[in-house]
């Protein structure tokens, strides 16, 4: 007997203009000590369905048609106060970013007896017990020192746990958990997700896990539902869904997962997710604006050499500079880069591998070491000119698509900018002419021009952002997790995109990702970095195959298997 | 905790050190003292002698170190209009002035906060709309206005309340009259600590409903609604609590200058406070009471940053550590 049921839910929100259907007629159960997974891209009604379950759909959103059971009693129709009621005591959800889902003015404390005692008959000391013992059960060291701190003195990893132990405050029968570990680093994912396992079968709480990550979904869930744009589309066992999966829709999505286990020259490109891809002008670029005057003179050696860079963050002041405390973010990271290969660095947050690529930019000035970019030193570098002339050879492209365009710019404009800026053209129609073709190219088209950012996907942006750092037509690209924020088939197009470009051009990259998987179908070389030090560098398929430093090979055991998956005749279908 | 503190000590003696540098050059470059104090028939003797007097003849240094330790122990020289000394001038006046202030600040937070939580959670309802629109003829119309207004209205129209003074007044200590205590006090208080604190109120409240407005879409609202919690301890508990440092922020700089600059509201209610003296002092080139007044104002506005700073820390545990870091 299922203790959630979810029946023919339907979820609307309807506005002026029309009735948007977040989700339609979807259907799911979950029993107790099981996970569900509940896979979708963004816009594809999950969280809807999460959101509807414990009965807080933002408003303008309600259930049109459909029921919604929590142990054989119909919940969907109670009061908002009796629903209150439900919410914490027998259905506990837990949200995607531990660093904003704890009231950062309390303590830890305060909020855990807060949740215990509403829900709860317990007096104070017996509150505070179980707090301490909640905290133990997910796995917080000294709980009964830490109890007393609050959210901002534990880490993301360990936020995470003590949003789980508010979530567990009353024994709730299920637990919804929205993208529960989108947020966090592998290693902690790994961690996060056996603690859910532990919970899920020692507590015999029913999970409803939602999430856009197949490495999750093979991971923990016991049954599946794959939603698209707000229809269920698949629905089972979860081994049956991903090893034989049915619907088309499915069968793309599982062949746009980036391989961890073996180098492909392509992505699988997914035609079935963002409409059916128009096929745009393709600029001959060895006529073009784009691929003439690329008269750079060719390097001996590396075209990027980068030798024992040191960057320090003051993070105690003091008069006497022999008490200002600093932290070293890069303690002597060295490598060099050769002209038309793609160099990855990878690593956990706060491991370094961002500030290596502002350091190269020239956005730091870092406190030791040098940096040789086609034989001229970076980090000394004063001249006006010669500075200019540098930041036109590197462009950057960032992981934030919706932060990095200026929301007040037409698309013309942006890809113009830096155009005008260099003075790369001769006139202003030539200046629209090429970024015409620049957008063409990138596989946006002229239309774009005249928008806003605000009027495209985060695919379509970062596809913008491509287009203004080809713009200034360097040679090297620094790309800073340039897809982490986007969902897993438009990350494939945009890798693809990326790759193409850098065979047409001999594009020299650097690519920054804490993902293993697209790194490995990135980079001709890897570098992988921890706190601030570069451990190893290899080839990449040396890398994976053997592992020098033990880290490296702590983070390869903790890629989420996907054996689960078939991949075999679906790559052949979409390759 | 107690580093921050002390070196916020130590930054509010140097800028009260760097203001009393500024008052007594008012002293010296300003006119000469000499030539407001004496009439037109004083002998260039007689003068001289003055000026000896006076130390006016001695050093810069030692003057201005006279100075300051005459301002630290209140001594700040005689005002030339009524020859009386100026501390007991703006001793007598300043309760009058602080108890307005602090009627019209509470007044404003009374009101504003439960104001702005109100239209900041139900934006759509009529009465959010009502007071967000009569709250833009607060912020818009001039104090003088609206005091002269509710003159018309209350004083002379209904005669409900008095239209100019303090009223009755108890003496508590030696310099201190209060009108709290008596029911003529009060009444004299109403009107121009309304007309003082209207349009903080409505800053405040405006404030409130923006901050509110950001923070019941942040994710640890939606998890405490997750948890159960009732709306009551959602709104004042997590909601309030995290738009307060704007509001500290503003509500202190505002509060200064409701003290330092209730001229206007004293002039049409007639209120005998510091700002009716300092008008007259600017009127007949008084330059003793400015410059203690110019003091006076720099020391109340350090006051306040400082008990701003300290109550951010009090409030928001994250700049605990921030602090002591940076």
Known sequence: MSILDIRGLTVEFPSRKENFVASRNVNLSV?????????????????????????????????????????????????????????????????????????????????????????????????????????????????????????????????????????????????????????????????????????????????????????????????????????????????????????????????????????????????????????????????????????????????????????????????????????????????????????????????????????????????????????????????????????????????????????????RDIVAEPIKFHKLASSNSQVSQIVDDLLEHVGLGVAAAAKFPHEFSGGQRQRISIARALATRPRFLVCDEPTSALDVSIQAQILNLLKDLQDELGLTMLFISHDLAVIRQMCNRIGVMRHGQLLEVSETEELFDKPKHPYTAELLSLMPSMDGLSRQNLEKQFA | MFGFISRRIAMALVVMFVVALISFLLFRFVGDPVNQMVGVETTPEQREALRQRLGLNDPVFTQFFRYVLGAIQFDFGNSYQFKQPVADLIGRRLPATLELSFASAIFALLLGIPMGVYTGLNRDSWLSKMFLSVSLVGISLPTFFIGILFIFFFSVTLQWLPSFGRGEVVQIAPFWDTGFLTISGLKALILPAVTLGLYQMTLIMRLIRAEMLEVMRTDHIKFARARGLPNRSVYYIHALKNTMVPVITITGLQLGSIIAFAVITETVFQWPGMGILFLQAVQNVDIPIMAAYLLLTAFIFVVINLTVDILYIVIDPRLRTERSRA
């Open chain 1, 31 to 411: 029993d107790p000590g099981k996970i569900l997974g509940v896979v979708g891209e963004s816009g594809a009604g999950k969280s809807t369905v999460g959101n509807a379950t414990i009965g807080l759909l933002e408003h303008p959103g309600r259930i049109a048609h459909g029921e919604i059971h929590l142990a054989g009693q119909r919940i969907d129709n109670l009061t908002p106060e009796k629903y209150r009621e439900l919410r914490g005591k027998r259905i506990g959800m837990i949200f995607q970013d531990p660093l904003t889902s704890l009231d950062p003015l309390q303590t830890i404390e305060f909020q855990l007896m807060e949740t215990i005692r509403l829900h709860l008959p317990l007096s104070k000391q017996e509150a505070k017990a179980r707090a301490i013992e909640l905290l133990d059960q997910v796995g917080i060291p000294n709980p009964a020192e830490r109890i007393g701190q609050y959210p901002h003195q534990f880490s993301g990893g360990m936020r995470q746990r003590v949003v789980i132990a508010l979530a567990l405050c009353a024994d709730p029968e299920v637990i919804i958990a929205d993208e529960p570990t989108t947020a966090l680093d592998v290693s902690i994912q790994a961690q996060i997700l056996d603690l859910m396992k532990k919970l899920c079968s020692e507590k015999n709480v029913a999970m409803l896990v939602i999430t856009h990550d197949m490495g999750v979904i093979a991971d923990l869930t016991d049954h599946v539902a794959v939603m698209y744009r707000g229809d269920l589309v698949e629905y089972g066992e979860s081994k049956q869904v991903l090893g034989a999966p049915k619907h088309p829709y499915t069968q793309s999505l599982i062949a746009a997962v980036p391989r961890p286990d073996v180098k492909v020259h392509r992505f699988p490109q997914v035609d079935y997710i963002e409409g059916s891809a128009k096929p745009f002008k393709q600029i001959d670029i060895s006529t073009h604006w784009l691929g003439k005057a690329r008269d750079y003179k060719a390097v001996n050696g590396p075209l990027l050499s980068v030798k024992d860079i040191t960057m320090k963050f003051l993070t105690k002041d003091a008069w006497r500079s022999k008490n200002r405390e600093y932290f070293t973010a890069l303690d002597k990271v060295g490598f060099d880069i050769h002209a038309g290969e793609t160099f990855g660095l990878v690593g956990e947050s706060g491991s370094g591998k961002s500030t290596v690529a502002r350091v190269i930019t020239g956005l730091y000035h870092p406190a030791g070491g040098t940096a040789h970019f086609a034989g001229q030193e970076l980090t000394s570098l004063t001249d006006k000119k010669q500075v200019l002339a540098m930041r036109r050879q590197m462009q950057m492209i960032f992981q934030d698509p919706f932060s990095s365009l200026n929301s007040r710019m037409r698309v």
